[in-house]
C-alpha cells in the first residue's frame, strides 16, 4: 500500500470524525425548585467542554446566596454510545432572602447556563421547648380528598447530632390505599433557631381506593448516632454508636365518595390537571386520496394520577374509513406536586370512499381537584378531504414520473448514491488496513497477564496508608485488601479483638464530623498479627503461571 493511499484513508477518517464532533454544553440544574427559608438548596453544575480547564464564575450568586458546600466531580456519560467526560460542580447553597429567587446565568468561558426560577417560602419557627436533637416533621397536603385522587404525605427527619449512614425509615403500608414514593429521599441543610439541622426528606403520593375515614400510620426512622457536634446549642447526652428511635405523629384524613354531578358512563378521573393533545403525520388540510392511511398521535397528561388509571382512547368505525390502533405506551415520573402521568397512543386511519369526511371530537371528562368541579379535555372535530386515486396509465403509454424528471434531477439522485456508496467502501477499507496492521504487529504468542494489583501490593499500600495517619486512603486500602481474602472484615474482627477495636477507631474517625487525631499504626499491627497475612501473600507471588496459558 503506497504512501497516497494511506494519506488519502487518514484524511477521510479526520472528516468523519469532525463531522460528529458537537457543540459543548453548560447546564444548570437544581434539586428542587421550592423550599422554606433556611433551608439549602443544591445547584448543579455540568459541562462536556474538554477544551478549557476553567471553573464557573460564581461572582453572580453572591447577592442572593450563601455558599456552603462545593465539590467538582470528573466522570464519563455514555451518549449515543459515544463516551465523553463530564465535569461537575455540586454547590450546596443557603438563600439570603425569601420570595421568588432566581439563580442567574452563571459563565464558564464563553458558555453561560440558563436561569432558574426558586420560590423560598417563609418558615415558621417551632418553640425551642418542641426542638428535639431528632424528630420528624409530617405534612399532609390536604385534609380530604375524593376517592383514587391523590394526597401528597412529607415526612421530614429532622437531627442536630450526626448520623451514620446506616438510617432506615419504615414502609408505609396502608389499607385500601395505593402508595407510590416520589423518587429517593432528599438531603439537606436548616438552621433552626440558630441551630443547624440535618433534614432528610420523605414524599410519598396516597391514592385512596375506598371513600371514608383512613388514618396514616406512623412510621420509625432509626439510626445510630456517630457523635455529637461541640458547636451545636442543643444539649444531648447520647453517647456515639448509640442507636437511636423516633416516631411520626399518626394523620386523619377523610376520603369523599365520586361527586353525583359526575357522568355516570364515564371513567372517574380526579386529577390537578388533565390536557388532551394531537399530531398528524399527514398534512390535512391538503387533499389525501382513497386507500391512504393518516396517522394520529394522541398524548394524555395528567398531574397527580397514576398511569395505571389514564383511559386508552378508541375512536369509531365509519363506513367511510377505518381505524387500526397500536397499544398504548404509559409513563411517569416524580415531582414536588406528586405523580405526572401520561400516555401516547397511535391511530391509523385508512380511507376508503372519496368525500369530504369529519372524524369524530373526542371529549374526556375529569374532575378538577383543585377547583373541585367537572371539566372536558376536548379535541375539535377534525375535516379531511379524500379525493379518489387516479387510474394506472396503459402500459403501452410513458410513465408520467419518467418524463417529468429532469436530467439535473437524475444526476443529482446518482451522484448522492456514489457519494455514499464511495464512503462506504472508503471505512471498510480503513478497517481492514487497521485490523491487518495489528494482526501484524501482534506476538504470535500472547501472554496471559494478571488483571489488578497482588496482594503483596494491597498489603503494601494498606501499610503505607495507616502509617500515613490518613483513614480515608486506609479505608479504601483495606477493603481492596479484604476482598483477596476467603474471611470478611467483620469475620477477622470476630476472632480478633485488637482488630475489632482498631476498625471501630477508624469508623469513629471517618463518621465524626469533629476534627480527629487519628494514628493507623495500632491499626497495621493488629493486620500483622493476622495468621494469614503473610501466607496468602506469599503464595501469590510464588504462584507459577499457567501450563496453558489463554
Request: charged share 15%; glycine share 4%.
Amino acid at each position: 500500500m503506497n504512501r497516497a493511499k494511506i494519506t488519502f484513508y487518514i484524511s477521510c477518517l479526520l472528516l468523519l470524525c469532525l463531522s460528529s464532533v458537537q457543540a459543548a454544553t453548560f447546564t444548570a440544574t437544581v434539586d428542587r425548585s421550592q423550599l422554606n427559608a433556611g433551608e439549602s438548596i443544591e445547584l448543579i453544575l455540568e459541562s462536556d467542554d474538554t477544551t478549557q480547564f476553567l471553573a464557573p464564575d460564581l461572582t453572580p450568586l453572591t447577592p442572593f446566596f450563601e455558599l456552603l458546600a462545593s465539590q467538582q466531580i470528573n466522570r464519563f456519560s455514555s451518549i449515543a454510545g459515544e463516551q465523553r467526560p463530564i465535569t461537575q460542580w455540586r454547590l450546596t447553597l443557603l438563600p439570603k432572602q425569601t420570595g421568588f429567587v432566581i439563580i442567574p446565568p452563571l459563565a464558564l468561558g464563553e458558555l453561560q447556563s440558563a436561569p432558574i426560577n426558586l420560590y423560598i417560602k417563609e418558615f415558621k419557627q417551632q418553640p425551642t421547648a418542641k426542638l428535639e436533637p431528632v424528630y420528624i416533621d409530617t405534612q399532609l397536603d390536604q385534609e380530604w380528598v375524593y376517592v383514587q385522587a391523590q394526597a401528597v404525605l412529607t415526612l421530614r427527619i429532622y437531627h442536630a447530632i450526626p448520623l451514620f449512614a446506616d438510617s432506615n425509615l419504615t414502609p408505609l403500608l396502608l389499607d385500601n390505599a395505593r402508595v407510590e414514593p416520589l423518587g429517593k429521599p432528599r438531603t439537606f441543610e436548616q438552621h433552626i433557631n440558630g441551630v443547624r439541622h440535618g433534614v432528610i426528606e420523605v414524599s410519598y403520593a396516597i391514592f385512596p381506593q375506598q371513600s371514608g375515614l383512613i388514618e396514616i400510620p406512623e412510621q420509625t426512622f432509626s439510626a445510630t448516632l456517630a457523635g455529637h457536634d461541640p458547636h451545636s446549642l442543643t444539649p444531648f447526652q447520647a453517647r456515639p454508636g448509640q442507636r437511636i428511635e423516633v416516631k411520626s405523629a399518626r394523620i386523619p384524613l377523610q376520603v369523599k365518595a365520586i361527586p353525583s354531578s359526575y357522568p355516570a358512563d364515564a371513567l372517574w378521573l380526579p386529577a390537578k390537571h388533565i390536557s388532551l393533545e394531537q399530531r398528524w403525520t399527514a398534512n390535512l388540510d391538503a387533499p389525501i386520496s382513497t386507500g391512504s392511511a393518516a396517522t394520529r398521535l394522541l398524548t394524555l397528561r395528567a398531574e397527580g394520577l397514576p398511569s395505571s388509571q389514564l383511559p386508552t382512547l378508541v375512536p369509531h368505525n365509519s363506513s367511510a374509513y377505518k381505524v387500526y390502533v397500536d397499544k398504548p405506551s404509559f409513563s411517569h415520573q416524580y415531582t414536588e406536586q406528586g405523580l405526572l402521568s401520561s400516555s401516547e397512543e397511535r391511530q391509523a386511519f385508512v380511507f376508503e370512499v372519496a368525500g369530504q369526511h369529519n372524524l369524530d371530537a373526542v371529549q374526556l371528562p375529569w374532575w378538577n381537584t383543585s377547583t373541585d368541579q367537572l371539566e372536558y379535555a376536548k379535541l375539535a372535530e377534525q375535516p379531511v378531504l379524500v379525493t379518489a386515486q387516479p387510474l394506472k396509465p396503459p402500459s403501452n403509454e410513458p410513465r408520467p414520473s419518467d418524463t417529468d424528471l429532469t436530467p439535473s434531477l437524475l444526476d443529482i439522485h446518482q451522484l448522492r448514491f456514489w457519494h455514499a456508496l464511495s464512503v462506504f467502501f472508503i471505512i471498510l477499507n480503513l478497517l481492514a488496513f487497521t485490523l491487518w496492521w495489528r494482526a501484524r504487529h501482534q506476538p504470535a504468542v500472547v501472554v496471559a497477564s494478571s488483571n489488578g494489583p497482588s496482594p503483596r501490593n494491597l498489603q503494601d499500600d494498606l501499610k503505607r496508608a495507616c502509617l500515613s495517619n490518613d483513614p480515608n486512603s486506609t479505608r479504601q486500602a483495606l477493603d481492596a485488601w479484604a476482598r483477596q481474602h476467603p474471611e470478611s472484615l467483620v469475620d477477622m474482627a470476630a476472632r480478633d479483638s485488637t482488630l475489632s477495636n482498631a476498625l471501630d477507631a477508624l469508623n469513629s474517625a471517618l463518621y465524626s464530623e469533629s476534627d480527629s487525631d487519628w494514628q493507623g499504626q495500632a491499626l497495621w499491627q493488629a493486620i500483622q498479627q493476622l495468621s494469614f497475612g503473610e501466607q496468602l501473600s506469599n503464595v501469590s507471588e510464588n504462584q507459577l503461571p499457567p501450563l496453558y496459558p489463554p
